[in-house]
């Protein structure tokens, strides 16, 4: 079982028990604070969650990961391509290294040719590697044509896939999205067991069935 720990208030949600939990931060130092952490991959003067498997605790930076800007999703970031490199590398071993030697001799029938054409000496490097053939081939994930729902479903289960990242820290959720749009997106992803964690400066008009709160009024008071 997996609790997550809100570390300033000692609250514990059981993660059967939610599908976006959602802090809310009134007081607007505290909540600059909260974004510094999340922008700083978790660590900070301040530590606000812990994560609980069968009572060890998890390495946040591990098993999770920040969505810092809704309007602009990358998929294809540097991290997430060279995940993508890897994750083809350790599948697709043999079949690759076979095309790679294959590259390779066409490669150097290609130089001998212009080198007999021009009179010169060339060579190809014999160090070709599975990355060198993916970029070659501008190996990118396709995302365009998406509504912004629909890339931030991909978004968060492509990451999940890659690197294993089964929590999402965002923020402001309830604004960039209608409740309906959100309703849908943790259908979605729940079946990857994957969890939102949601930041908001106003407790919002509209929530979800399993949605869990935290509220830090503008007193610094803490409830939930």
Same mark, same amino acid.
């Given at each position: ?21 959602? %802090? +809310? &931060?009134? !007081? ?13 991959? /978790?660590?900070? $003067? *301040? ?74 000496? %060339? +060579? &190809?490097? !014999? ?13 990118? /994930?396709?995302? $365009? *044509? ?76 803490? &409830?939930?």
């Amino acid at each position: 079982m997996m609790k997550a720990r809100y570390l300033l208030s000692d609250s514990s949600f059981d993660f059967e028990t939610f599908d976006l939990l959602t %802090l +809310v &931060v009134e !007081n607007r130092t505290s909540l600059l604070n909260y974004l510094r952490y999340l922008h700083n991959d /978790f660590r900070g $003067s *301040e530590h606000y969650w812990t994560i609980i498997k069968d009572g060890d605790s998890l390495p946040l930076d591990e098993i999770a990961d920040f969505i810092p800007d809704l309007f602009s999703l990358d998929i294809n970031s540097k991290k997430n391509i060279n995940a993508l490199y890897k994750l083809l590398r350790k599948t697709y071993y043999e079949s690759l290294k076979c095309d790679i030697e294959q590259l390779k001799e066409r490669a150097s029938s290609i130089i001998n040719e212009i080198s007999m054409d021009f009179d010169l000496e %060339l +060579v &190809v490097s !014999n160090d070709i590697k599975a990355d060198d053939l993916f970029k070659i081939m501008d190996l990118r /994930f396709e995302d $365009s *044509e998406l509504s912004e729902r629909e890339l931030f479903i991909k978004y968060c289960q492509t990451i999940n896939e890659l690197r294993g990242v089964s929590i999402f820290f965002t923020a402001f959720l309830h604004t960039f999205f209608s409740s309906k749009d959100l309703d849908i997106i943790t259908n979605e992803i729940k079946y990857r067991r994957i969890k939102l964690f949601n930041l908001e400066s106003a407790y919002p008009k509209e929530t979800l069935e399993k949605e869990k709160f935290i509220v830090v009024d503008s007193d610094l008071c803490i &409830v939930g």
